[in-house]
């Protein structure tokens, strides 16, 4: 069997450090840049438009925001609006989709909304048409607010919470702030961690889950510490200090609306000539009590995602691999070696809304990964092939009669 390879869905020019899918629209929107340094490398914020071509899925750009000097690291999305996390300060951005100059009300979808028409197939009569074709992207700046002041600074991650009214942001030296949202009033602020915030989760009731390089990853409402989880607590032969904490999120249970997971990975804090395996711990994500644990390679795993159905979990390596797992059992399903040339920076799965189903065109689930090598790559899990159950009852049966007939054949007075 010839190795798994991912597709390459775009190539941006500049470094991507993130990625994040529109929940309705078939949008990608992925970001990075060179930083302030004067190397010539440009920073910015790219749309892309995903749609079906051929029977593949394909990207095309619709719109590229400059962000001048500022490299964007972290970002969450809330439906049309972005928080963007560059250098010490989070940027709030609103864009808006407008439909293509002279097309007036042919431009609204079914839901009345202004969204993006979907191209023809190609041909070479249209394709010098494609921006008459496509929707415009406007972007507008609301808010600038500063969201770490340690002397390396830099905003390490940034969530917003189930009904978008609240941000949360970590950084380098270790505080956690909670702003209002849209405002941007900043509510709460304390520190979290000693030393840098790696990620952060938000669950029911407002709880916030914040992993830190201290090799601690606790669980708060508001400033109060509810818990701190331990991990290794059920394997004995494993040091506290091993393992540190590098990806949380929490996760939908399939089948099961009532039901939260939360989901960490650590990964060794030491390198080593042999490395060591990292692991996936699988937590109740109302108790905090852990339900599984399983070793995930021993590649350093640098990024986490969850589907929305919870069905999946996505990893990225800083050795540019990524791998799929199911989420019930930590099995791992898919796997492509060194799918980026280095490390891969961020992770995520296609909406499993009605327009992301459309663009999974059968497969199970579709995720993307970006990295430092500036390409955005695909990476499909197919549909699982299952028996009908009238197929099933016909083979049971015929099963039966084979069992029979070879009783009757081995002793002739059975029957």
């Known amino acids: 069997m010839s190795p798994?390879?991912?597709?390459?869905?775009?190539?941006?020019?500049?470094?991507?450090?993130?990625?994040?899918?529109h929940?309705?629209?078939?949008?990608?929107?992925?970001?990075?840049?060179?930083?302030?340094?004067?190397?010539?490398?440009?920073?910015?914020?790219?749309?892309?438009?995903?749609?079906?071509?051929?029977?593949?899925?394909?990207?095309?750009?619709?719109?590229?925001?400059?962000?001048?000097?500022?490299?964007?690291?972290?970002?969450?999305?809330?439906?049309?609006?972005?928080?963007?996390?560059?250098?010490?300060?989070?940027?709030?951005?609103?864009?808006?989709?407008?439909?293509?100059p002279g097309r007036g009300a042919a431009g609204?979808?079914?839901?009345?909304?202004?969204?993006?028409?979907?191209?023809?197939?190609?041909?070479?009569?249209?394709?010098?048409?494609?921006?008459?074709?496509?929707?415009?992207?406007?972007?507008?700046?609301?808010?600038?607010?500063?969201?770490?002041?340690?002397?390396?600074?830099?905003?390490?991650a940034v969530r917003f919470n189930a009904d978008c009214s609240l941000l949360v942001t970590g950084g380098a030296d270790g505080f956690l702030r909670l702003w209002e949202f849209p405002s941007m009033k900043k509510t709460l602020e304390f520190k979290a961690h000693d030393g840098e915030i790696e990620d952060i989760a938000l669950g029911p009731d407002n709880k916030v889950?914040?992993?830190?390089?201290?090799?601690?990853?606790?669980v708060w409402q508001r400033d109060q510490l509810v818990t701190g989880l331990c991990w290794n607590e059920n394997l004995p032969g494993i040091p506290d200090k091993a393992y540190r904490y590098q990806a949380c999120r929490f996760g939908a249970v399939e089948d099961n609306a009532g039901a939260l997971r939360l989901y960490t990975v650590q990964v060794p804090h030491k390198r080593e000539r042999r490395p060591p395996p990292?692991?996936?711990?699988?937590?109740?994500?109302?108790?905090?009590?852990?339900?599984?644990?399983r070793p995930c390679g021993?590649?350093?795993?640098?990024?986490?995602s969850v589907s929305d159905s919870g069905t999946?979990?996505?990893?990225?390596?800083?050795?540019?691999?990524?791998?799929?797992?199911?989420?019930?059992?930590?099995?791992?399903?898919?796997?492509?070696?060194?799918a980026h040339g280095i490390v891969v920076?961020?992770?995520a799965f296609m909406p499993e809304s009605q327009r992301g189903r459309e663009l999974l065109a059968g497969n199970e689930a579709a995720l993307l990964s970006v990295a430092v090598d500036s390409r955005c790559k695909l990476h499909l899990l197919p549909g699982r092939r299952s028996l009908p159950v009238w197929l099933l009852l016909l083979l049971c049966a015929g099963l039966i009669v084979a069992t029979i007939l070879l009783l009757q054949l081995a002793f002739p007075g059975f029957l």
């Open 345 to 347: 920076t961020d992770v």
């Open 209 to 218: 889950v914040t992993a830190g390089r201290d090799f601690q990853c606790c």
């Open 108 to 156: 609204r979808d079914a839901s009345g909304e202004k969204g993006p028409r979907k191209r023809k197939g190609p041909s070479p009569a249209a394709q010098g048409d494609t921006q008459n074709q496509t929707s415009e992207v406007t972007v507008e700046s609301l808010h600038s607010v500063r969201t770490d002041f340690s002397p390396d600074a830099l905003q390490k």
């Open 278 to 293: 990292c692991y996936l711990t699988k937590w109740d994500g109302r108790s905090f009590l852990p339900l599984l644990t």
């Open 23 to 100: 929940p309705r629209r078939p949008i990608a929107i992925t970001a990075g840049g060179g930083g302030a340094a004067k190397t010539g490398i440009r920073n910015g914020v790219h749309f892309l438009q995903l749609e079906q071509v051929g029977g593949q899925l394909s990207a095309s750009l619709l719109h590229s925001h400059d962000t001048e000097t500022r490299a964007t690291m972290t970002m969450a999305l809330a439906d049309d609006f972005i928080a963007a996390g560059q250098d010490a300060d989070c940027h709030i951005l609103r864009f808006s989709l407008q439909p293509p």
């Open 312 to 338: 999946f979990l996505g990893l990225g390596t800083v050795t540019g691999s990524v791998a799929i797992h199911i989420a019930f059992s930590l099995q791992r399903l898919y796997y492509v070696k060194e």
């Open 4 to 21: 798994r390879r991912a597709a390459e869905l775009y190539r941006a020019p500049f470094p991507l450090y993130t990625v994040r899918l």
């Open 298 to 304: 021993s590649e350093v795993v640098s990024c986490l």
